[in-house]
């Protein structure tokens, strides 16, 4: 089983500009909007976060894993990301990897 203080390393993951970087080439930007915590604390911790849960080292762990970013929820997992707006549910997702 692996080991995110072992195995993840600080390379894998988002990069701080939005765009993916590492083994999460095929995910987002994930900034915290107004339905996150707030602050750059958040969203660093929002990134860190990301960076654990989605590796693919976890997928047949971490199913899917979703969180609001303003007017949108985004839903991801290691094998892409999509969101879709609070306001129009059923205007669907949109696939953004």
């Excluded at 989605?54 to 949108?72: F, Q, S």
Aim: no cysteine; glycine share 14%; net charge negative.
């Amino acid at each position: 089983m692996p080991s995110p203080s072992r195995d993840l390393t600080a390379s894998q993951g988002w990069s701080g500009d939005g765009a993916a970087s590492g083994s999460h080439s095929s995910h987002s930007s994930h900034s915290s909007g107004s339905g996150g915590s707030g602050g750059s604390g958040g969203t660093d911790e929002l990134r860190k976060a990301l960076d654990v849960l989605l590796d693919p080292a976890l997928a047949t762990v971490v199913d899917l894993v979703a969180w609001p970013d303003g007017d949108e929820i985004h839903v991801a997992n290691s094998a892409g990301h999509a969101a879709v707006s609070r306001h129009d549910p059923d205007a669907g997702f949109r696939l953004l990897s």
